[in-house]
């Protein structure tokens, strides 16, 4: 294969900021939100954005990014098809891992847990929150099924809006909120000669454990 860049050569010197176990909350969910919001303030695109890891009923990992819709007490909010394959993944097996990477902040975090659907009153509310070309097109995919081209969804998409024109959309059977609740959040600040900063929360009982990882 032809490179034009050499790969090995792209790198980058961490010297922004530094995480101290010392400074960080006792709570890794305010944590959490403190960081969040401070990625937010910068201005940063898709803040929102995680990449959540599943896996397979043979074993095989799969993952892809996803958009945080709600940070609550407990857990990480986030939507989609049941009928999906990380939908069909969870219900298999509910253990799952999200992952917020905001470069601009030379920041991580890595974030495993156990998920389940929230109920649907929440999906409700969310799902009429959408804009309303979203809600179409919740009806309109047959989300991770092969088709033939793209004609399907345009298709399907004509008769969903035919169908429901002038109507309030009702909310998919097949769509709605997962929550993962967290078993262990590693907060990860990139640090000069890569001695990488790393904070790690455990769940233990009613509380959590912290300590500092080995970059």
Avoid at 27 to 32: A, E, G, S, V
Wanted: hydrophobic share 35%.
């Amino acid at each position: 294969m032809q490179k034009n860049i050499n790969i090995e050569d792209i790198r980058t010197d961490y010297r922004l900021l530094e995480l101290d176990e010392k400074q960080v909350d006792k709570n890794p969910l305010i944590q959490f939100s403190i960081w969040f919001e401070q990625a937010v303030q910068a201005g940063l695109e898709e803040v929102n954005a995680m990449t959540l890891a599943t896996v397979s009923t043979n074993g095989t990992p799969n993952a892809r990014i996803v958009l945080l819709k709600d940070l609550e007490d407990n857990g990480f909010v986030f939507y989609t098809n049941y009928q999906s394959n990380k939908g069909q993944e969870l219900t298999a097996n509910p253990n799952a891992s999200l992952v917020f990477f905001w470069p601009a902040l030379q920041r991580q975090v890595r974030i495993n847990g156990l998920v389940k659907k929230v109920n649907p009153e929440t999906s409700e509310k969310y799902f009429h929150s959408r804009p309303i070309e979203s809600q179409f097109g919740a009806w309109a995919s047959p989300q991770s099924q092969v088709i033939t081209d793209r004609n399907v969804l345009e298709q399907n998409l004509q008769s969903i809006v035919a169908k429901y024109k002038d109507q309030i959309v009702p909310k998919p059977p097949h769509w709605g909120g997962y929550k993962l609740l967290p078993t262990l959040i590693e907060f990860w600040q990139g640090r000069a000669s890569r001695l990488h900063d790393r904070i790690l929360y455990t769940k233990i009982d009613k509380g959590w454990n912290i300590e500092r990882l080995a970059p």
